[in-house]
Nanobody, 125 residues
Framework: DVQLQASGGGLVQAGGSLTLSCATSGFAFNDWTVGWFRQAPGKERERVSCIRIRSNDSVTYYANSVKGRFSISSDNSKNTVYLQMNSLKPDDTAVYYC????????????????WGQGTQVTVSS
């Protein structure tokens, strides 16, 4: 069974940093794409960042709203994807979800095959 376990959320002041982790199991980590999404109260779920994982190279995607502040990476030995979030803003407050699919385009369409549970990120002003 594919499992995705997100963690690392919390309360942080504006300008601060958090690192989210998505521990995965049940699929060929080096051949899939894993992404982070977020949903704020009253808003639609949106893409944050994705990484197409390969053994020797990976391709990353970032939403314009987080470019230069967030960084996605993977530890292939731990089957885990991280989202380093710096210079956090109150607008970044949301429940953050990780998701996975063999196809990058399905993540970009917000239709990945597998979703993990969310982790709350709250940024105070």
């Amino acid at each position: 069974d594919v499992q995705l376990q997100a963690s690392g959320g919390g309360l942080v002041q504006a300008g601060g940093s958090l690192t989210l982790s998505c521990a995965t199991s049940g699929f060929a980590f080096n051949d899939w794409t894993v992404g982070w999404f977020r949903q704020a109260p009253g808003k639609e779920r949106e893409r944050v960042s994705c990484i197409r994982i390969r053994s020797n190279d990976s391709v990353t995607y970032y939403a314009n709203s987080v470019k230069g502040r967030f960084s996605i990476s993977s530890d292939n030995s731990k089957n885990t994807v991280y989202l380093q979030m710096n210079s956090l803003k109150p607008d970044d407050t949301a429940v953050y979800y990780c998701a996975a699919d063999v196809a990058l385009h399905r993540l970009l369409l917000l239709k990945p095959e597998y979703w993990g549970q969310g982790t709350q990120v709250t940024v105070s002003s």
